[in-house]
Each structure stands twice: as C-alpha cells, then as structure tokens.
C-alpha cells in the first residue's frame, strides 16, 4: 500500500552535510544629505574609475547586483572559484548606498540615483562585462530597462516583476540576455524531463492519485514555482489535481523531523516529492529533489554567465536565452 506523505518514514532524512562557508559581511549605509545624494552620481562615476583600474586583464568580468543578498554573495562566491573577474560595483535596493566584504573583495554599492552613471562606466571600462541581477522583484523591470538602456548583457534570475514588458524590451533593444527563474541546472534538466515525458506520452498516468510536498525556509509564503511546473505535467499526464493541494511545510519543527531537513539549512532549502498512486494503490512512484543551500543556483548562474558571453562573442542571432539553452549547450562545469 501507498504510504502517504506526511509520516516520517516517507521522507529519508538526509545525512549529515559539510556546512558551507559563509563570508563575513560588512555593511555601511552612510546617512545622506539632499546635496550629497544630488551629488553622488558626478563622484560614483569617479569612484568608479578608480575602481575599474584596478581591475583589467583578470578573466571575464562580471557585476553582481544586491551583493548584500544572500544569493548575490553565493554568486560572488561561485563566480570567483570559477575564476571570474567580480567587478568591485553594485546596485543595492532603492537607494541604499556603502560598502560590503564578500570573499574577501570589498565591493562599493550604489543606489538607484546613481546607477545609469556607474553603469555607464563600467560598461565603457569593461564593455565584455556581464551583469548578474539577483534583486527584488519590484525591480525586475526597471533594471532590465536600465541594461537594455546601456546596451549591457545580463543574466536575470530574480523571480517576479511583468514577465510580457521584460521580454518585449529585452527584444526591443537586441541586448543579450539569459532570463530564468530557476537557475538550478539539474532541477531544470528534471523539469524540462517532465515535461518532454508530458508531451510523449499524455495521459500516461490516467486514473493514479498525486500527493505534492514542499518544504521551503519560512519566509516563502507561497507555493513552489517548481512544484507548479510539475503539476503542469502530470496534469498533461492524466492526473487530476489542483495546485491548492500542494502541501506546504513552513515549520521548522515539521521540516526536521518530517522532512529531514538538516537545522543549519532551515533558513535555505527546496524539499519536493511527488507521489503517484494507481487506483487500487498496488503501483506508486514518487519523483523527489532536495537542495540545501544555494550553491547549485549559484553555480548554474555562473554557467548562464559563461555561455552568454560566449554568445556575445559569436554575435548569435538569437538574444534571449533560457537555461534549457545552457543545459543544451552541453558544455557546463
């Protein structure tokens, strides 16, 4: 017999795992006066040449934007072990302004007055730079404005914003750019299996019962995007089913002992399964994929990096990228 999701026994809890390695951060956000912040564009473009020649001739360069975030620092991290050239510029959320240490390298932040100068700069210093754009959702569009004003290839993996304008002016303006909210290399290879299986054989699983459990750290309120997408499948598969019926696991006590989800990576995780039942329930098969921590995101934004540029320098005709198109490539680390 089935058994269902939510006894302990369901879930193999996952063993003990090497703790990854935080950098130390430190941030100053400098209490500005009306005639400093009007002035802060004319002295950041300064600030920002000095910074730029210091900084040639040291393997592709890359800005990570909100570098105080916690996936912005795990790029950083992943960017330098692949020896990318993480340039010493940031913008930061609204107009927050001041300095932050990641992996050793003391990186300025500008807000949002200052940034058309900065990356004007920038892109005239370094005009092979790629921007990574970890920020919040609400600016989503405003900095693709922005790259696509400067002309600025750049890699999108924020969730949010109005998906139609993103790409209707990342088309208009023929800037390169990779756009995914998922940068899980593997999560997404698993996806785009689902539904390669969805669109072979549907109604494969006619008449079968589906449970979906997702455990995420407790400030996503929402239900998984993952978890919808491959909904979306086993729906063209044949099962019935609601996304309502996602179970979500936000407890931290559940997600322990449930789940199995180590404690140091209650604060970033992604726990999925997905259990099918055949009618009278002698047939199951469950689908599942746990991520602790976010160095596969990051890393697979480091790859998105890295085939973007390569599509830069052979002048593709195609500008807008997923990271099915990176899995394709075929060429990752």
Same mark, same amino acid.
């Given at each position: ?11 193999? +809890? ?28 004319? +002295? ?53 302004? *001041? ?5 050793? /390298? ?13 990356? $004007? ?29 400067? *002309? ?40 785009? $299996? ?8 549907? *109604? ?18 929402? $239900?998984?995007?993952?978890? +919808? ?89 195609? /500008? ?14």
């Amino acid at each position: 017999m089935a058994l269902p999701l939510n006894l302990p026994g369901n879930l193999p +809890k996952i063993g003990a795992l090497p703790r990854t390695r935080t950098s130390s951060t430190r941030v100053q956000r400098p209490s500005l006066t009306p005639l400093a912040v009007a002035a802060i564009s004319s +002295k950041s473009v300064q600030r920002v040449d000095e910074l730029s020649a210091k900084s040639k001739n040291l393997g592709l360069p890359i800005m990570v934007n909100s570098c105080t975030g916690k996936m912005g620092k795990a790029v950083i991290e992943a960017a330098v072990s692949a020896g990318l050239h993480v340039l010493p510029v940031s913008f930061g959320s609204g107009e927050e302004n *001041g300095s932050v240490e990641v992996s050793g /390298r003391e990186i300025e932040i500008y807000g949002r007055s200052a940034r058309e100068g900065v990356l $004007a700069s920038m892109f005239d210093e370094h005009p092979d730079m790629i921007v990574v754009d970890y920020t919040v959702p609400s600016a989503v569009n405003d900095n693709a404005e922005l790259f696509c004003k400067i *002309g600025v290839p750049f890699v999108m993996g924020t969730t949010g914003g109005d998906k139609e304008r993103l790409y209707r002016t990342v088309n208009d303006s023929k800037v390169y750019a990779v756009i995914s909210p998922q940068m899980g290399k593997q999560v997404v290879a698993f996806l785009a $299996a689902m539904e390669f299986m969805a669109e072979q054989f549907p *109604g494969a699983f006619a008449g079968y019962s589906l449970q979906v459990m997702e455990s995420h750290q407790s400030s996503k309120l929402d $239900a998984s995007g993952t978890a +919808k997408a491959v909904v979306s499948s086993f729906k063209k598969l044949g099962v019935d089913f609601d996304n309502d019926q996602i179970k979500k696991i936000r407890d931290s006590r559940l997600q322990v002992e449930m789940v199995g989800v180590p404690e140091e990576y209650l604060s970033a995780h992604a726990f999925h399964m997905y259990h099918l039942a055949s009618p009278d329930e002698t047939v199951t098969f469950e689908f599942q994929h746990n991520v602790c921590g976010r160095s596969m995101y990051a890393e697979g934004t480091v790859d998105a990096v890295t085939f973007l540029a390569k599509k830069v320098q052979s002048k593709a005709e195609k /500008r807008i990228y997923s990271m099915i198109d990176v899995l394709r490539e075929g060429n990752m680390r």
